[in-house]
């Protein structure tokens, strides 16, 4: 019976992946390079199993059509005394539950962590960013109760042990689990540093960025939880429709400028912006934050500046350059909007002003409110 074959897929390795039944009703999978023009067969074919596959792969049969996931999933909050909330999805058992959140830390044993009775009452947090790969057994069970908080769950399990999945085994206990616990940024770019990406992914941010005249209407219909204007050179009125997409925004979803995404913010309030004397640029600039009293020496690069004379009513300005008076940074609590023209990020410079991105942290899941009091 000659061999018959089937679709191949190009992975994001540039690889083009070739399944086909050999002449023993086995599976092969072929490796072909791919070029720009065509498929260049710089390959081998080796043999593989269809399971091991579909587990080497999973999330690339999923998106094709080819394998379901192998539980169902719904929309789920988690939302802490404090008022924080964050979007996940649900899996195991379906309900409400209210106990004391904890992390654990562990790699490995995962079923041991979540049936340990000392967990009784409360939320598991598990910070290893996958759960679920190995399935669970009844071998590994500690006791019968606990709720399960983790990053991502693993969409197919492999070990010799498992005798069914982390999905089926928390259903069958009627014990809650969450997962796919992030919160999406868009990014506008007007030349946007790399460390400002790596701070927000450090709070565990899903980031995706823009180009600088990427239409309101579509950054809205992609449901961010925030918004970022990042920062950039020249001034801000050369670009008057990155001010109207501002406008757009503004209380549709929580807004913050660094930089001149802070001047752009300033204008698109109503403000207006000014070439300074003499730009800022450097990396130990104070500034004064006028909700604490703190000051913060920061890293600056901007020739630009908000008048804030010219900002209207509801406007606070929360931080002061302490060389010039300048205005460093905003907020507009109705619309749940902040910035500061300086670099929290930093990237050169100190990090007295990291709590720049904490606070957007805040803003993004809903406690603005009581953070601000504090940075």
Known sequence: MAATKALGFVLPTGLFIQPSLNRRGGVRVSVFQCSVSSLTSTGTDFPISLFALFDLFPELWIEIGLLEKPWSSYNARLVLEDGSMWSAKSFGASGTRVAELVFNTSLTGYQEILTDPSYAGQFVLMTNPQIGNTGVNPDDEESRQCFLVIRSLSISTSNWRCTKTLGDYLAE???????????????????????????????????????STWPAAEALKMNPDGILFSNGPGDPSAVPYAVETVKELLGKVPVYGICM????????????????????????????????????????????????????????????NLNDGSCAGLSF????????????????GPHDSDNGITLFFSLLSGNYQNAKAMH
Do not use: W
């Not at 990396?283 to 500046?305: F, L």
């Open 261 to 320: 995404g802070h001047q752009l913010l300033g204008q698109a309030l109503g403000g207006k912006t000014y070439k300074m004397k003499f730009g800022h640029h450097g990396g130990n600039h104070p500034v004064c934050n006028n909700r604490t009293g703190h000051v913060e020496i920061s890293a600056q690069n901007h020739n630009y500046a908000v008048d804030p004379a010219s900002l209207p009513s509801g406007v606070e300005v929360t931080h002061v």
């Open 173 to 211: 206990r009627n014990i809650m689990g969450i997962y796919d616990l992030d919160t999406r940024v868009i990014a506008y770019d007007f030349g946007i540093k790399q460390n400002i990406l790596r701070r927000l992914a450090s709070y565990g941010c899903e980031i995706t960025v823009v180009p």
């Open 333 to 348: 609590p109705a619309m749940n909007v902040m910035s500061l023209q300086y670099h929290p990020e930093a990237s050169p």
